[in-house]
């Protein structure tokens, strides 16, 4: 059984920075792609950022150029590095596990986190 593991939520003020933690256990972590997704309160689940099993990495728009997904097989965890954050990044943060599909797409996430909050005020 997979389980994922998130921490580092909280509230922060814009132009701040947060680091969010995701701890799996459950599955050989390094042949997976992982994923982060965030929904905030009366919005859809969206695409954040991903790493495949290699390191190649992916960012949604929203993010690039202010957040950083990395991973570290040797203790399976994923981290999101989320600087100069805005107000529209308030959302619940989810860690997801790729089940070898598109990396974009929530559907092809097959095993997820309970989420931290991240809540940016202006």
């Known amino acids: 059984q997979v389980q994922l593991v998130e921490s580092g939520g909280g509230l922060v003020q814009a132009g701040g920075s947060l680091r969010l933690s995701c701890a799996a256990s459950?599955?050989?972590?390094?042949?997976?792609?992982m994923g982060w997704f965030r929904q905030a309160p009366g919005k859809e689940r969206g695409f954040v950022a991903a790493?495949?099993?290699?390191?190649?990495?992916y960012y949604g728009d929203s993010v690039k150029g202010r957040f950083t997904i990395s991973r570290d097989n040797a203790k399976n965890m994923v981290y999101l590095q989320m600087n100069n954050l805005k107000p529209e990044d308030t959302a619940v943060y989810y860690c997801?596990?790729?089940?070898?599909?598109?990396?974009?797409?929530?559907?092809?996430?097959?095993?997820w986190g309970q989420g931290t909050q991240v809540t940016v005020s202006s």
């Open positions: 997801a596990q790729n089940r070898g599909g598109n990396y974009y797409a929530g559907q092809q996430y097959d095993y």
């Open positions: 459950g599955r050989t972590f390094s042949w997976y792609a």
């Open positions: 790493i495949s099993p290699g390191g190649s990495t």
